[in-house]
């Protein structure tokens, strides 16, 4: 079944205490993304990468990081996680850039950080 | 940056009225494209419109897209108590690049359908 999975699904944390969220698809996608969902503001992009190796800072990236070293996975990175990255996130992918097609979103990671 | 507005942000209806939400954009749009999301769940893409297309059809949905007013609305007909979830609009700016694939969402509406 073609999809994207995130983990963890929830997950309670402390300030400072580094997370990974882990997010891969199985459909060979080149562009995978984040994005963070709060009350009031919709989805924000955090993060994207058009291929392996590339990744670029979408309009909220300020504390996260995150990698691309295989097609599949695309993780985000916490270092140091503080109160206001309490919120929901999603990864999403979409088969290659440039074609505005649908994107394909994952189920979501809860985020409480205390 | 916020690109896509719904309007309006909340919409109670009974089972089986029609609900209409709208959706108003800034920049020149590759493609504008609406999202269901249950309650706390991942987002369902519902239908894509492309800026060169006017209206569009799925199912119970009707889209239609005025890129003169830059706007958009997304019609629900023969509306049930299944589609109580919240709708979001997302454009992907025209042009090419790499962030051609960044969707700015809108905030959303959020349908409420009663039995």
């Known amino acids: 079944e073609a999809q994207v999975t995130q983990n963890p699904r929830y997950l309670i944390t402390v300030t400072g205490k580094k997370l990974t969220v882990t997010c891969s698809q199985n459909m060979n996608h080149e562009y995978m993304s984040w994005y963070r969902q709060d009350p009031g503001l919709g989805l924000r992009q955090i993060y994207y990468?058009?291929?392996?190796?590339?990744?670029d800072k979408g309009d909220v990236p300020e504390g996260y990081k995150v990698s691309r070293k295989e097609k599949r996975n695309f993780p985000l990175i916490l270092e140091s996680p503080s109160p206001n990255q309490t919120s929901l996130y999603f990864c999403a992918s979409i088969p290659r850039r440039g074609g505005g097609e649908t994107q394909y979103f994952g189920p979501g990671t809860r985020l409480l950080v205390l | 940056s916020q690109q896509g507005e719904e309007d309006p942000q909340a919409l109670s209806i009974q089972e089986g009225e029609n609900a209409t939400m709208n959706c108003s954009y800034k920049t020149s749009i590759n493609n504008l494209q609406w999202y269901r999301q249950n309650s706390g769940r991942g987002l369902v893409h519902l239908i894509l419109?492309?800026?060169?297309?006017r209206e569009k059809h799925s199912g119970r949905l009707r889209v239609t897209l005025d890129t003169s007013k830059k706007s958009s609305s997304l019609l629900i007909t023969a509306s049930r108590a299944a589609d109580t979830a919240s709708y979001f609009c997302?454009?992907?700016?025209?042009?090419?690049?790499?962030?051609?694939?960044?969707?700015?969402f809108g905030k959303g509406t959020k349908l409420s359908v009663k039995p």
């Open positions: 997302a454009t992907v700016p025209a042009g090419y690049g790499g962030s051609q694939g960044n969707l700015i």
């Open positions: 990468s058009m291929n392996v190796e590339v990744t």
């Open positions: 419109i492309r800026s060169n297309e």
